[in-house]
């Protein structure tokens, strides 16, 4: 079985063959940190948190750079609001998104750059652009890159632009000889923060930072370059611009793009008002809620945060590690070594099947209800020809690459059970009281009572199993 991704710039899905053998490089546009991370933000940073581990499951060295745009027109009118200066303010920012991504259990990436690190590599760039007649210092020290200098453009995106519009906006950006051509040094207005340049006092543009700190971390060429369906156009189209201009070869082999964040059904916007915030997230629900909730999807497909997603999310995890917990405290020595090895070759690789297909994890927690499923069949009978404990131990292996059931089962599953018992103000010992109230009911033929019983529990979140080993009991997410 070999891995396939689509990749964007071929509109197909291509074989993943590395440049160099073993290596992957791979570069994703990371927060412009003007403020609060949001759901948004979290869905590709988990997307591209879950290609990076399933890489290394294939064996590769994954080198995975990501950046925060740490200085722009937004920060710095957010700073100001704030009266704070843009620097420290955008530093704030990335300390807080930097704990909400851990908490959220993303790995760190190898390196994580920052705009305003690497504004001599900026530089650099920029005057090599305009060395080799690609960009232009306008009367006013804006650097503006000369779009019909690269042949090219509009690949990725495959939209077609005219090259022979000449209307320049004068009043935004004076000095511009063609309406397409994009800025990459923005000169300082009085009072803003700016860096030295052959240009005079300024600032990078955006588009500049990305191909700058993919050449300083990961070389001319990159295996994969990813980020947001929304950074297709013009971002990225103007990454490969910047880059193939100075280097003459081809920028990056495969082209990754996940898709938007919806909320119940609407695009996520400041005006609609209905932004969600990762911190609030978080405050509600654990990371594998989240994870399982993000990753129930196919990652180039938009995502829709339902009011009931987490929450439903939260009762398959819940589930889920149950049946680790009951797992764990079953002996399976008698079981059969040669059914148990077939079930876990069969999981591995229906697991497998569903990743080398451009990563579909919607695919693998499909294909996981189907083993839970199987586990729970198993463990209702007397007995079971299958080593559970040996087939969960599997499962949970796998799932490290979508960093889900990573957890102790049992401590998962006591603390939300505690959680909900202290919500209901009931003890272990007053459920228990209330069982044999509902056997001894159940005995007199008493079933107004019995049922008065399970209805009073329930009301409370616990729900009662009359198994033929007897009356157990459970929380109801
Ligand atoms: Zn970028």
Sequence with gaps: MTLKVYNVLSRSKEEFIPLTPGVVKMYACGITVSGDAHIGHAYQSVVFDVITRYLQYLGYAV????NYTDVDDKIIANAARAGADPIAFAEKYMAQTDTEMDALGNARPTIMARATMCID????????????GHAYVSPYGDVYF?????????????????????????????????????????????????????????????HIECSAMNMKYLGDQIDIHGGGRDLVFPHHENEIAQTESVTGKQFAKYWIHCGLVKVNGQKMSKSLGNGILLKDVLAKFDADTIRFALLRNTYSADIDITDSLLPESRKHIYKMYSACATVMARDFADADVAKTDAK???????????MNDNFNTLEVIAAAFGWFNFINTELAKKSTAYDLKRIAGKIVELFSVLNILQKNPVDYVNDIKENVLAKSGLTVGDIKKSIDERLIAKQNKDWATADRVRADLLAHGIVLKDTPNGTTWDIDL
Excluded: C
């Design 63 to 66: 080198k995975y750079v990501r």
């Design 121 to 132: 590599d900026i530089i650099n760039f920029v005057q090599k652009l305009i060395d080799s």
């Design 146 to 206: 000369k779009l019909d200098s690269f042949a090219e453009y509009g690949k990725l995106s495959h939209i077609q632009v005219d090259k022979n519009d000449t209307g320049v906006r004068k009043d935004t950006e004076p000095g511009k000889q063609n309406d397409l051509d994009f800025a990459l040094w923005k000169s300082a207005k009085p009072g803003e923060i700016a860096w030295k340049s052959p240009w005079g006092m300024g600032r990078p543009g955006w």
């Design 344 to 354: 876990i070759t069969e999981i591995v690789g229906e697991f497998e099947r569903a």
